[in-house]
């Protein structure tokens, strides 16, 4: 096998000397040309049969629909597969932006004073305050705070000299950073202790996603302010709220 394919010659000349020493076959070398040519031919046709040629043809049309469906397919899936990436970006991205414009640039709030009587609640004017987030809706709830109020007969109840430093809100609750005015220029009174804190939360509380406020002065958390536990964030207290007035 292997010398039939590395010198056929070899073979042919053995299958010569063979058959002319029994005499009963001509030598290969001896044949027609011409029947050789026809014996290959033959042994082409008989193993590719006589319609080789159509058949060749229908198989490369079967092969090329077949690449063609795939690459269809492959192209249709990838396509899909980068359009669906392309809109959930967008999408995402007109959340945000939707989530963002969804709070309103003004609010309505209920501002808590001090004011004249004997019953232990807070007195409240209602504002328009400018906002577009819960950060500066809390920034100008307090500035209005501290400016005071602009009814006769209420009172401000936050130490006068309070600066607001800073704000931040986070998961709804919100941190209030003041100066160090509000402890130094507070009075020593049990009930004046409460009214200042839910002055300031119950205002703050009336901010859309804010429902806890923790106290810091000058970047320092109070935990204690008078008998006002503040180690926790203080939360809305309608005890000091007038209902007709909510």
């Known amino acids: 096998i292997f010398y039939n394919i590395d010198n056929p010659d070899f073979v042919k000349n053995k299958f010569s000397s063979l058959l002319n020493d029994s005499g009963s076959e001509p030598a290969v ?5 011409t029947d050789t040519g026809q014996l290959s031919s033959s042994v082409e046709e008989s193993v590719t049969g006589g319609d080789s040629g159509a058949n060749e043809k229908e198989i490369e049309d079967d092969v090329e629909a ?3 469906e795939s690459s269809e397919d492959n192209q249709t899936e990838s396509g899909l597969s980068l359009w ?12 945000e932006k939707e989530n963002e414009s969804s709070y309103p640039n003004r609010l309505e709030v209920n501002f808590y004073f001090s004011g004249l009587g004997e019953e232990k609640k807070l007195v409240s004017e209602k504002r328009t305050i400018f906002a577009g987030n819960a950060d500066i809706a809390v920034k100008n709830a307090v500035q209005g705070l ?8 209420h ?3 936050i ?14 609750i919100v941190k209030i950073d003041l100066s160090q005015e509000f402890l130094e220029n507070s009075l020593d009174t049990r009930i004046l202790d409460e009214y200042v804190i839910y002055s300031i939360v119950n205002t703050l509380t009336e ?12 970047g320092m958390r109070i935990k204690i302010y008078g008998n006002v536990d503040l180690s926790v964030p203080a939360i809305r207290n309608k005890e000091y709220i007038d209902e007709n007035e909510e």
Do not use: W
């Open 146 to 153: 501290l400016k005071g109020p602009t009814q006769p007969y």
């Open 159 to 172: 130490p006068a000299g309070t600066k607001l430093i800073g704000v931040e809100t986070y998961e709804n």
């Open 66 to 68: 077949a690449a063609g």
């Open 84 to 95: 669906q990436k392309i809109r959930n970006f967008f999408t995402n991205q007109k959340s």
């Open 29 to 33: 070398s001896d044949l027609p040309e």
């Open 207 to 218: 901010i859309p996603e804010v429902e806890g406020v923790i106290f810091y002065i000058e």
């Open 155 to 157: 009172f401000p109840l």
